[in-house]
């Protein structure tokens, strides 16, 4: 990436105002539509990004020399394009027609992948038929999911956003947080004769979901003790009633799950991508088959879309191309997404997750320092309530803040006014974030409303806004499981883009290792052994919890 040739076409950007660029050929209304596309259930208005015409060229000139065609085939071919683990990354394929799989995996594999979807499908229509029940032959009536980050986020974002669609005979939980007070939260809301378990990890050695999943089987076993003091088939609950998603099937079988009710994971879809597959069987069993098909159709409609549109109509390549602008050109180093849904609530942390975990990075694919900065620092909040807390700052700080907005033209609710007005906050708020206010329009007004000039000249300043905040606005017909779908491939393969250009791998998360690494060797010290290459902080920390348990 020539990053001197993007700061340097950048430079008129940063002095001029977004506002001008709508007068530029006297037609407001000609750059609204030009700066705009639809396509799978989505419409993005891009118009208010501080971009014209030309700088926008030369963004598409460096997708086509980072050979982003190609690095789009390798990624849907197969290829192993995650260098430094060796493998593929095929989510897309989990959401493609039968043809497409066997073409792409091969006839072995692609049956495997076939199988694993029957066995999920069987299991969510037995469920929900109520064939399938409990150790003591009652229905079930909640689901209690255990993973963590990529096992985790798709699913909670997922159940969030099809609240509409959701079984209302089936409770669906997730759990993620090691804190054994969200557990036990948790499971002051559960029977445990009618909760079916699943165990999401790829290794089934993942700490924290795997001491959850200890402390859930003792939780039950011990209800099950107490109210069946006499039963000998207590032991069978667990094999009732767990089932597991994960790759290594003996670890699964020891812990004394039934291995009939294991499904595959597969080390070419890696966490962070991984609702599509087995990993979704939570939210299979909230929404159901049909809307679990539909949700992965709304994907693959956007896999077709990102695969063949020309990159100057490409929804995922135009929003990767303008985020790159904002961090690498205009130099802004965060992104705020605002989702004026509440059933959306979730979609800022998920973010989070897929954008800085795929390319918080800062070597190539290489293994060469770069030059320039990767993923900005992602965060949000659902909209009318960021209104209320930290777009303040974005109004009035000096700093600049580029945001998506995300809003369903429809709402699901009976309460029509209320969803007016949330759309027309999330519209005002774009605009607000690009006009400002000036000094001398907060005088006039001011004047107008009758304060003296003292009063003008005391509160003018205090009034004023900067403006010139980029955004995009992503609206939705309505939030549907295919509408939900494309939303989701939308940002993954904006962040796929991305880490193309930034010649970063978006596959792999070693800083997360680090962090695993580090804190078993905590837990060691916590148990008695000795580590002087922790340093004195970390082991007066560690003292200092040692000494809380004696009290």
Known sequence: MDIQKLTSLAHCAKSRSITSLFYENHNQKDRASKFSLSTAHLYLDYS??????????????????????EEIKKQFNGDRINNTENRSVLHTVLRAPKAIQHEVLG???ANEVAAAEQQMQK??????????????????????AL???????????????LEHYRDLSLAVHVIANVDGGALEEKLKKLNYETTLVVVISKTFTTQETLLNAKAVKQWMLSCAL????????????????WFAVSSNIDAAQDFGINVNNILPMWG???GRFSLWSTVGLPLALAIGNDNFSKLKQGAYEMDMHFKSADFNNNMPVIMALLGIWNRNALQ???????????????LPGYLQQTDMESNGKSVSKSGDKLSWLTAPVVFGQEGTNGQHAFMQLMHQSDDIIPTDFIVALKGRSQYTENHKVLVANCFAQSEALMQGK????????????GCSLNEVERLAPHKTMKGNTPSNTVVIDQLTPESMGALLALYEHKIFVQGVIWQVNSFDQWGVELGKQLGNRVLSVMDGAEDETLSASTQGLIALFKASLKS
């Open 48 to 69: 208010k990004q501080n971009i014209n015409e030309a700088e926008f060229e030369q963004l598409i000139a460096t997708a086509q020399e980072a050979n982003l065609a």
């Open 107 to 109: 006839e072995a594999l």
């Open 123 to 144: 299991i969510v229509s037995d469920v929900q038929s109520g064939a399938l029940t409990s150790a003591t032959g009652k229905r079930f009536t909640d689901v209690l």
């Open 147 to 161: 993973g963590i980050g990529g096992s985790y986020y798709g699913v909670k974002v997922s159940l969030s956003s």
């Open 226 to 241: 107490v109210e069946e003091p006499k039963n000998s088939n207590i032991p069978s609950i667990i094999e009732k009633q």
């Open 268 to 270: 070419w879809v890696g």
């Open 332 to 346: 802004y180093p965060t992104l705020a997404i605002l989702p004026y849904a509440h059933s959306l609530r979730a």
């Open 438 to 449: 000036t000094l001398a329009q907060v005088k006039t007004e001011l004047v107008d409303s």
